[in-house]
């Protein structure tokens, strides 16, 4: 597959779903350039913004099984990854495959369950297996988790510790509609006549494998690539920084940066590419110095202004 074959297949699994999700087109590339890197999703926004919604949406039009999971903290280990049951007409043990194994799993509300449940996903979201007593088992290609949280509501919740956060390529926010958006979403609930939404499919898992093949074609230059360190690079000795983003951060950004090029039609990553990706690439993989809480600022707005300070390389 080539790039353009990439690029004309993003534009139409966007713009299919962004018959439901309404003015929402960066955020559903930014999920989709996520998909096409290998990584995992994770969603950080308020309640009734569509992030289950478009979880589904993408499974529906990528043509692949989903599965949702209910994060709650009663939930075990063995509720997501599956477990042994004796069959008792051979008189042995049956392992009995958890929802982990789809192509798209939906964590919902994923810091509700508890550090050893949510610990029960590291392996798959990591090694794209999961081991169950002593047996190793494959999940299907391609896996995809999309997971969300609320960040306004603690009760009864555990933070993902910074490991697990890690494993994210990208944390999206979907932000809420404008009032002609919200408008246009009503008209549309009215003329659906129904809350379902089914979208047909434009693709299977292997035409998802092979664009994620061509995306690794994708030209990066040495100027970029030094680029994305330096940027890096600064959050381990911004002054603002309590903990900076590991080469893991860099990995997911230029990973990133070259799905963004290809679902825009190019084989080669632009400076831009890299200035849009780096808030939602690195702001889970850094801890702000705790005095900046009181003052109101966010990691966006510290990686913004590291952005800026770094020059942009002339020649890229």
């Not at 439901?20 to 890197?37: R, T």
């Not at 913004?49 to 063995?78: E, H, N, W, Y």
Request: aromatic fraction near 6%.
């Amino acid at each position: 597959m080539k790039i353009v074959d990439v690029a004309d297949t993003s534009a139409r699994i966007v713009e299919r779903i962004s018959e439901v999700i309404v003015g929402k087109e960066d955020v559903l590339k930014n999920v989709w350039a996520g998909v096409l890197s290998g990584g995992h999703i994770l969603f950080e926004d308020y309640p009734g913004l569509a992030k289950t919604l478009i979880a589904r949406c993408f499974a529906q039009v990528l043509g692949v099984s989903f599965r949702r999971i209910q994060f709650t903290p009663d939930l075990l280990p063995s509720d997501i990854t599956g477990s042994h049951i004796l069959d008792r007409n051979r008189n042995q043990f049956e392992f009995i495959p958890g929802p982990v194994f789809t192509n798209v799993l939906l964590a919902d509300e994923v810091n509700r369950a508890t550090p050893k449940t949510q610990s029960a996903l590291l392996e798959a979201m990591q090694e794209g297996q999961v081991s169950v007593a002593g047996e190793t088992h494959p999940l299907a290609a391609p896996f995809v988790v999309i997971a969300t949280q609320n960040p306004i509501e603690y009760e009864g919740t555990f933070p993902l510790p910074e490991a697990q956060l890690d494993r994210f390529i990208i944390r999206l926010s979907v932000g809420y509609p404008t009032q002609a958006q919200e408008v246009d979403i009503l008209k549309r609930r009215l003329e659906r006549k129904q809350d379902e939404v089914q979208l047909a499919p434009l693709c299977k898992g292997e035409d998802i494998l092979a664009m994620r093949a061509a995306v690794e074609d994708v030209h990066v230059s040495p100027d970029i690539a030094a680029y994305i360190v330096a940027i890096v690079h600064r959050t381990r000795h911004h002054p603002s920084m309590q903990v900076g983003a590991s080469p893991r951060g860099s990995l997911a950004l230029v990973k990133l940066a070259r799905a963004r090029a290809a679902i825009d039609g190019r084989d080669y990553v632009l400076p831009d590419d890299v200035k849009t990706l780096v808030a939602p690439a690195l702001s889970h993989r850094i801890l702000l110095a705790p005095e900046l809480w009181a003052r109101q600022t966010t990691a966006d707005d510290v990686l913004d202004s590291i952005i800026q300070s770094i020059p942009v390389p002339k020649d890229a």
